[in-house]
């Protein structure tokens, strides 16, 4: 976790008592899974470390050094004494309890920010502070729509996180977030409970370590997971929040072409050092990203199936559909689109220059009926039918 110690109050601004439940309820149901996991004998060692530790340390922030030195000799001496069998699931429960404790303080962070109403550091709270300080709305528009940031993603073989235990603690925040709903019936308060529970169990019969040294494929991969559980859905709420808070203070949303925020990637191809790292593996990895994009977007695309049931049309839009209904006729074979993400990415053989809506040139792989890989091609369809919905009233009806 980052350092959040700077968005804390003083204690006496906000009640700390939910944290305090969420904390007790993790670790009331790590204690049970360890009970059922290890037994009663070494959950009960694994007790009373915990007590000595928390003791010691409540001892010394009351300036009792003797009495806090003399618990944490004590804890130590048991530490000693106890064999290896005994120690690695000690150290692993307590390495639980503060990983769980972590998921209840970030869930806390979210969930008083709420409660306040505002966020000190949103993009709504930033342009409006520098508007009161003098800054001009229209020098706030170009300067934020000309900015660009680039974030260059590496695979750090350092993570110490399995992606399996990523997803176990998100989904664990996620039911957490769902237990503080007020209107829930008691049946389903257990069942979030119950969830939880399992998840709890299967976070502990989850080895944490990696048995085999990673590969720089293997490392990719890990990045990659990055993009896909958290950057592909948190840049573009960043970025229409971005454009909300535009719109509030300077009368303009953010441009649909406009991309402040640009990726960029080492993975699979630091090759600082690594003998490992070679012209095969880069275009390993380069071809992992292509697939996990195409991935992304297909998923993308078959939500927007449902969500553009629009029984009407501009005239562009109409175009653009004859023409893909037609293109489609003259297919000599119909792949799923599985195998089509797959053989776009194998089969690329030639190259076709296209205009991006902001005047740049892009570049398109076509295959046969003309699989496109660059974003321009995925971009058009979607201005072409949001422009449409938008002129709804002057549209033609579908057939």
């Known amino acids: 976790m980052t350092d959040s110690t700077d968005d804390y109050h003083?204690?006496?601004?906000?009640?700390?008592?939910?944290?305090?439940?969420?904390?007790?309820?993790l670790g009331s149901l790590l204690d049970d899974c360890l009970k059922s996991e290890v037994g009663t004998e070494l959950f009960n060692k694994v007790e009373r470390i915990r007590s000595l530790a928390q003791c010691a340390a409540q001892l010394q922030s009351k300036h009792d050094q003797g009495a806090s030195r003399m618990l944490s000799q004590r804890m130590a001496d048991e530490l000693m004494n106890m064999s290896l069998d005994e120690a690695m699931p000690l150290t692993r429960a307590l390495g639980h309890y503060l990983g769980l404790t972590s998921i209840a303080e970030l869930h806390h962070r979210?969930?008083?920010a709420r409660a306040e109403g505002k966020n000190p550091k949103s993009c709504d709270e930033t342009f409006e502070r520098l508007i009161t300080e003098g800054v001009d709305p229209d020098d706030l528009y170009h300067e934020m729509t000309h900015q660009t940031v680039e974030i260059v993603l590496t695979a750090h073989p350092t993570q110490v996180n399995r992606r399996t235990l990523q997803y176990k603690h998100s989904k664990i925040a996620a039911l957490l977030q769902q237990h503080d709903r007020p209107d829930l019936i008691p049946e389903e308060r257990d069942q979030v409970l119950h969830d939880i529970m399992r998840e709890i169990t299967a976070l502990w019969q989850t080895d944490e370590l990696r048995r085999q040294?990673?590969?720089?494929?293997?490392?990719?991969?890990?990045g990659l997971h990055v993009v896909e559980q958290s950057l592909w859905a948190?840049?573009?709420s960043f970025l229409r929040r971005l454009s909300a808070a535009l719109k509030k203070h300077t009368g303009r949303e953010l441009p649909l072409n406009a991309t402040p925020i640009r990726f960029g990637s080492w993975m699979g191809g630091d090759r600082d050092g690594n003998p490992n790292v070679t012209a095969k593996t880069t275009h390993h990895v380069v071809a992992l990203s292509r697939w996990m994009a195409a991935d992304l977007y297909l998923r993308e695309v078959d939500v927007l199936r449902f969500e553009l049931s629009m029984s009407q049309c501009s005239d562009a839009v109409w175009v653009m559909a004859t023409d893909i209904m037609e293109d489609n006729r003259h297919r000599d074979e119909v792949l799923d689109a599985h195998a089509e993400k797959l053989h776009m990415f194998t089969h690329a053989q030639q190259n076709d220059a296209t205009k991006l809506p902001d005047g740049k040139q892009g570049t398109r792989h076509l295959r046969g009926g003309g699989v496109a890989l660059s974003s321009c091609v995925c971009q058009q369809p979607c201005i072409a039918?949001?422009?449409?919905?938008?002129?709804?009233a002057h549209a033609a009806v579908l057939p």
């Not at 040294?213 to 890990?222: H, K, L, Q, S």
Request: glycine residues 2%; aromatic residues 4%.
């Open 10 to 25: 003083f204690a006496e601004d906000y009640s700390l008592a939910p944290l305090i439940d969420d904390c007790n309820l």
């Open 110 to 112: 979210v969930r008083r």
């Open 213 to 222: 040294r990673p590969t720089p494929v293997d490392e990719a991969r890990g």
């Open 234 to 236: 948190a840049v573009p």
């Open 385 to 392: 039918c949001l422009s449409s919905s938008r002129d709804s």
